[in-house]
């Protein structure tokens, strides 16, 4: 049923110090081969701190691992004198496959607007890594009844300027902030409304084809026990999660939700 390969991605936060960072992918390994999971069918990738990205990687390669990793930022910038920032090429050189933009918590606390979250994406894709660029409305906004228009709004502004072969390439997350960390998991037809919507902009914009590769994922409060449900729907293409996504048999089991 799926028109596209399903990706499940694993923002870890700011949690998981380098050592911690290397069991914990060990675990999911062993148990993503205990399930019989597999990566054709299901992508998966963790985003981890930057500071553990080395050791992801030097297991990843060490053990042939098929679980792609990413980073959870990148720099406006290309290098420089600007401290305290890590740039595309320094994530590619990582081996890097992804690049989440614009999570709500960056938005948030870091005031990033859909601006700073574009060249984001574009420092992501010059550096060939794949965006995972987030956008979703908070509560206020959805009790409004304007979830759709707001959400369309950041996707806009969001790729701008991104022609259309790269957007086909790219990751676009639907994230109800309301839905993140609060165990209130939007519906699946609310997942499906918003994802449908972001799938139909996109349409508009770059056309059916475009439209038709662009995978969409959905985040908020995902967990093994209700991600089936969620992945059912047509305009659904995977999960961001957070909080399941630090114990290795409930990512584990996200992953294997087929
Ligand atoms: C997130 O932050 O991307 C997220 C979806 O978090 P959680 O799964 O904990 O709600």
Redesign the pocket.
């Known amino acids: 049923k799926h028109a596209r390969i399903p990706l499940m991605a694993g923002?870890w936060?700011s949690n998981l110090n380098h050592q911690e960072a290397v069991v914990l992918v060990q675990k999911l390994a062993w148990t993503l081969s205990d399930k019989k999971h597999d990566y054709g069918k299901v992508e998966v990738v963790v985003v981890p701190p930057f500071t553990d990205l080395r050791s992801v990687q030097t297991l990843v390669d060490g053990d042939r691992l098929e679980i792609k990793y990413g980073a959870q930022d990148v720099s406006t910038h290309d290098g420089g004198a600007y401290t305290g920032e890590i740039s595309a090429a320094m994530l590619a050189k990582l081996g890097c496959s992804y690049v989440v933009v614009g999570?709500?918590?960056r938005r948030e606390y870091h005031a990033e607007a859909d601006e700073v979250v574009n060249e984001k994406a574009k420092k992501a894709i010059a550096g060939e890594m794949t965006p995972i660029v987030?956008v979703g409305e908070g509560l206020d906004v959805r009790k409004e009844g304007r979830h759709v228009e707001h959400t369309l709004a950041q996707v806009d502004g969001s790729l701008a300027g991104i022609g259309a072969e790269q957007v086909g390439d790219l990751v676009i997350?639907y994230?109800p902030v309301w839905?993140?960390?609060?165990g209130e998991v939007a519906t699946p037809d609310d997942a499906q409304e918003v994802c449908a919507a972001i799938r139909g902009r996109i349409e508009e914009v770059h056309g059916e084809e475009v439209a038709a590769k662009v995978r969409i994922l959905y985040?908020?409060?995902?967990k093994a026990a209700n991600v089936a449900g969620i992945m059912e729907k047509a305009d659904v293409d995977g999960?961001?999660?957070?909080?399941?996504?630090l114990q290795a048999d409930e990512f584990g089991g996200i992953c294997r939700f087929y």
Do not use: D, F
């Not at 839905?179 to 609060?182: E, M």
């Not at 999960?239 to 996504?245: T, W």
């Open positions: 923002n936060k999570h709500s918590e987030c997350a994230e839905a993140i960390g609060t985040g908020g409060s995902v999960c961001l999660v957070g909080g399941a996504s």
